[in-house]
């Protein structure tokens, strides 16, 4: 089956959000993600226990856009490779804007450039974009110009609850070192994504999206990406910690089932604590 990318349609952004009494808009909930669903700002996945489980994420990296933070902390550790994809449009956005942030914002300015995108209720009053605008690419610029009176960052909690995954000093400044511009964005659906990749990669990276889906869904997705990991690269899922962690066994199930071409991992970061955040390593064999 052919699939094709959607395009840009800022009527089809507009109509996934409700204009309240009083003329403030917000996202449909019933529609879940959907193509221009509210990106997060902050990801709810510690990275770096990730990293140092898999010890090498290799330079050819694919994984969900999102807030962003994963491609950012792959470049950090040395990717040099680095595509991105995502259901949402706004994770792109949210994306561009953060690696624009980086050239011009100390991480003081960048960590409340994150509290004002997640709090704004108009994208119009997050007043650092005015400074970034001309350092993020064209089709992100025009999406945030249209839709400059819409939550388009609301996602998720603010980021004051992950606090201990924000970029410390040392890790802010090495990705100002390695980061130098907007990453490559698929705009796809997991389910079609690997009808849109030419590449194979090191590592591919498909934290948090797996909770929602059902197992046979994750199942023929896996198996669809197979042949763009290379043999020994890994397929990760991860999942934040609290009630999606426990969702983790859905996809623990239908990695098991490829144990002919791959090496199965299930690990929680705190054994002992059922809400501690978890990952499934896929590592293929052949
Ligand atoms: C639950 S969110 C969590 C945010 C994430 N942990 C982060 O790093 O910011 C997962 C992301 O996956 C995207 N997503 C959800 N379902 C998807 C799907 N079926 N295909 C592609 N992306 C999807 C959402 O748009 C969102 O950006």
Redesign the pocket.
């Known amino acids: 089956m052919k699939y094709t990318r959607p395009n840009l349609n800022i009527d089809n952004a507009r109509a996934e959000y409700i204009i309240g009494q009083d003329g403030t808009a917000f996202y449909n909930q019933i529609l879940c993600?959907s193509n221009y669903?509210p990106?997060?700002v902050?990801?709810?996945?510690d990275i770096r226990w990730v990293s140092e489980l898999t010890k090498n994420d290799g330079p050819r990296v694919l994984t969900?856009?999102?807030?962003?933070?994963?491609p950012m902390f792959y470049a950090m550790h040395g990717a040099k490779n680095i595509d991105t994809?995502?259901?949402?449009f706004?994770?792109k956005v949210a994306m561009d804007i953060k690696t624009a942030a980086l050239k011009k914002l100390s991480r003081a300015e960048y960590i409340q450039l994150l509290s004002d995108m997640h709090t704004a209720n108009r994208v119009s009053d997050i007043k650092q974009i005015g400074t970034l605008i001309d350092d993020i690419p064209q089709n992100s610029a025009y999406f945030i110009k249209k839709m400059a009176a819409y939550p388009i960052f609301s996602?998720?909690l603010h980021p004051s609850y992950y606090k201990d995954i924000i970029p410390t000093d040392d890790e802010y400044a090495a990705m100002r070192d390695t980061i130098r511009g907007p990453f490559k964005f698929i705009w796809?659906?997991?389910?079609s994504?690997h009808t849109h990749l030419v590449d194979e990669y090191d590592t591919i990276n498909l934290?948090?999206?797996f909770?929602?889906?059902p197992p046979q869904q994750i199942h023929q997705t896996l198996a669809s990406l197979r042949n763009h990991i290379r043999p020994g690269g890994t397929i990760i899922a991860q999942t934040?910690n609290w009630g999606i962690s426990r969702k983790i066994s859905a996809y623990c199930d239908a990695v098991k089932k490829f144990k002919r071409w791959a090496r199965i991992g299930c690990l929680r970061k705190d054994n002992t604590n059922a809400n501690s955040e978890a990952i499934a390593i896929l590592q293929r064999t052949r």
């Not at 856009?65 to 994963?70: E, L, R, T, W």
């Not at 796809?188 to 389910?191: C, N, R």
């Open positions: 993600f669903s990106s997060y902050v990801t709810n996945e969900v856009a999102a807030s962003g933070d994963h994809f995502d259901l949402s706004c994770a996602n998720g796809s659906d997991i389910k994504l934290s948090n999206i909770e929602y889906m934040g």
